[in-house]
């Protein structure tokens, strides 16, 4: 699998990039603004990184993105809002608002689609970079 994620936008509400998986957009993402890799505030840099299968006392099965420089436990979870993403990657089928906050959108379904996408995955290779 070929993943990933392109941030499109950023301010004080947080990121909004869009996820591909072997080149075909699959959803949108949502992270924390640059905060200097700060840890739980901060999106992580860009490049390329390995991501693993990880179970999470707090949304079960996932992935979590290894060798992250000065950071760890950064997965991918449903949620909508930044106050949500704890330093993470949220995914959304659209972008929108809620309550006044940048958000995405049907986090949960999208999120358990791609955890059916990549039920046989072992590991994959995630790639981030900027357009802004």
């Known amino acids: 699998m070929i993943v990933e994620i392109i941030r499109l936008e950023t301010s004080k509400g947080g ?5 591909k998986i072997n080149k075909k957009v699959f959803c949108y ?13 901060s999106s992580i840099p860009t490049g390329q990184y390995t991501c693993k299968p990880y179970a999470s006392t ?3 099965s996932t992935w979590m993105v290894t060798d992250v420089y000065r950071r760890s ?13 704890q330093g993470c990657f949220l995914l959304g089928s659209s972008v929108g608002k809620l309550r006044n906050n940048r958000a995405v959108l049907n ?4 999120f358990e689609t791609l955890k059916a996408m990549m039920s046989r995955e072992t590991e994959f290779h995630l790639t981030i970079s900027e357009v802004y």
């Open 58 to 60: 707090n949304h079960g």
């Open 107 to 110: 986090s949960g379904a999208t």
């Open 29 to 41: 993402v949502l992270e924390p603004s640059d905060r200097e890799n700060e840890r739980n505030i």
């Open 15 to 19: 990121t909004i990039g869009v996820m």
């Open 73 to 85: 436990g950064i997965i991918f979870h449903p949620g909508n809002h930044v106050g949500n993403t």
